[in-house]
């Protein structure tokens, strides 16, 4: 009901990961995207966590109508590109449709 909605977060220290869980997703899709405040922070969606308990990713910056099969809590976990260098302290927010 609280779709769509943007959150603005910071990380401080390396190796920190942000985990946004969704309760009671009901959608068919969800599109997910991470907007650094300075383009070259390395951070990414790293993994979404289905209601049935399945893992998917890595995946890049930005989720576009991912299909959800099932309904239920997702989780969205966002943190370092560990196949990209660059700083990853600095201010982001993450939005999902």
């Given amino acids: 009901e609280q779709l769509p909605f943007s959150i603005g977060e910071e990380f401080t220290q390396d190796g920190q990961q942000f985990i946004l869980k969704i309760q009671n997703f009901d959608k068919e899709q969800i599109s997910v995207s991470v907007k650094p405040q300075n383009e070259t922070q390395n951070i990414r969606i790293n993994q979404i966590k289905l209601p049935n308990g399945d893992f998917d990713g890595p995946f890049s910056r930005e989720i576009k109508n991912y299909e959800i099969s099932q309904k239920g ?23 999902v449709q």
């Fill in 73 to 95: 809590e997702i989780w969205l976990i966002i943190g370092k590109s560990n196949m990209a260098s660059g700083e990853m302290k600095g201010n982001f927010t993450v939005s």
